[in-house]
């Protein structure tokens, strides 16, 4: 069996790994190694939860130790799609060069310009940085990327989701064609397929489990869900989560809840800390300083429910996450397998359960093709309330005929009664009943013309 000290590492940096606790390294650490401590070019694809991170900064923290920063110029540069993620590359770098002294710096939104200017100013072995900041800092005139010696995208098909590849494609412009570059990615859709030969040079390609699948400690179950009434669909859906959740009972210890909109993430989030859950949200639109907030009250379990978009699905290292919830049906099928990667991870088992309604089901028939099975169908929690029925008609009140269309033809003797006041119908009269004036007619109806002119 493969062990870290067979793989060419610096021996501080082994050290580093050793405090950390690990000894074996994963399939792709096995295979990204070696060749990038080689200098050649990288292309590791691979499921989420399977050590990519540490599969570029150790031989990163090797090759840099030797050397020095100059102001302004960066020696290497790791891309991230996100806040979260750049900031856990950041914690690695710090767990792996504990023994060698390298600088960093990290660029993202939500932290003062100015604070950044500062580290730069003074020089940094490792710029790590989502794509925008980056950019933002370039064109002010405070970066140079002409002394980049190795450059890491990670997440590449993140990026591509999220509309970075312009200004992938443009930070590449911008560092030396020389450059040892490390690409890592879940999936490999066309548009990356097309960046990596653009852009890397005779790579090593490492790819460690078929594109796009979920990991088999995972335990995948499907909810089909089907409002009462379109009106209602958001209301019984947040109920049939509840029920989900409480269905697992204590062995829910923490769990990611993924929605596809911002808007329902503070929504549901709110819907359940009102029933008394322990949750809170996280999306792009927070601050960053309560997203840091959040994550790190999750990672230290004082927060159960982390209710989430899709900037928290990729690339967080949170290792002990029991189970992931999938309220809405993700409309990109590569999401699925990213989402529920948050569990299940190193090892450890774990489960992922999704609520899918009606019009979800041409996305979840698209998920089930991706990972190439059907999942699992489980019982709705939530048992359909009986519809009411009509109460039986009372003894004192008969029950009123039907009514057709020829209930209107009357027969030639009987008036029609549509209006109270009219005359009766001729067989409800009584025998005795006075028709017309009878003998109550006046004499000068009795008499003739002429008789009336004469009087």
Not at 445 to 453: G, I, P, V
Request: with cysteine; glycine share 6%; net charge positive.
């Amino acid at each position: 069996m493969t062990e870290f000290s067979d793989l060419g590492l610096a021996p501080k940096v082994l050290r580093a790994v050793s405090d950390a606790g690990y000894t074996t390294p994963t399939p792709i650490q096995e295979g990204a190694i070696p060749p990038a401590l080689e200098g050649r070019d990288v292309l590791g694809i691979a499921q989420t939860g399977t050590g990519k991170t540490a599969g570029f900064v150790l031989p990163m923290v090797t090759m840099l130790a030797r050397g020095r920063a100059r102001a302004r110029m960066p020696r290497s540069l790791v891309l991230c799609p996100t806040r979260e993620l750049a900031a856990q590359v950041a914690e690695n770098f710090d767990t792996y060069s504990q023994h060698v002294k390298l600088t960093k710096a990290l660029l993202i939104g939500g932290v003062s310009f100015k604070e950044q200017d500062i580290l730069i100013d003074k020089g940094v072995d490792v710029l790590i940085a989502t794509p925008g900041r980056l950019l933002d800092h370039f064109e002010r005139g405070k970066l140079l990327l002409t002394g980049v010696q190795i450059m890491v995208v990670d997440e590449a098909d993140r990026m591509l989701d999220m509309g970075f590849i312009p200004d992938i494609e443009r930070i590449f412009s911008l560092t030396p064609f020389t450059r040892q570059t490390l690409f890592f990615s879940a999936t490999m859709a066309p548009e990356i397929e097309r960046i990596t030969n653009t852009f890397l040079s005779n790579p090593a390609r490492i790819e460690v489990a078929r594109q796009a699948t979920a990991s088999e400690t995972i335990e995948q179950a499907v909810v089909m869900f089907r409002a009462s009434r379109r009106d209602r669909l958001a209301k019984e859906k947040r109920e049939v989560l509840r029920a989900v959740i409480e269905a697992e009972g204590d062995a829910c210890t923490n769990a990611i809840i993924f929605c596809n909109r911002k808007v329902d993430v503070d929504i549901v989030a709110k819907s359940l800390k009102k029933h008394g859950f322990n949750a809170e949200a996280i999306h792009g639109d927070l601050d960053q300083s309560q997203r840091t907030r959040t994550l790190e009250a999750f990672r230290e379990n004082r927060l159960r429910l982390l209710v989430a978009s899709d900037v928290a699905a990729r690339g967080l290292d949170i290792p002990s996450v029991s189970h992931v919830f999938n309220y809405d049906v993700p409309s990109h099928s590569e999401d699925y397998v990213h989402r529920i990667g948050r569990t299940g991870r190193a090892g450890r088992e774990g489960k992922a359960v999704m609520i899918c309604a009606p019009a979800d089901e041409k996305n979840l028939d698209a998920i089930e093709k991706l990972i190439g099975k059907d999942i699992p169908r489980a019982e709705n929690p939530v048992k359909a309330a009986a519809p009411a029925t009509a109460p039986h008609p009372s003894a004192e009140e008969p029950q009123k005929p039907a009514r057709s269309r020829g209930s209107r033809r009357r027969s030639a003797d009987a008036k029609p009664d549509r209006d109270r006041g009219r005359e009766p119908r001729r067989d409800d009269r009584r025998e005795d009943a006075v028709i017309g004036m009878g003998d109550h007619m006046p004499n000068f109806l009795a008499m003739s013309f002429a008789e009336r002119r004469a009087s």
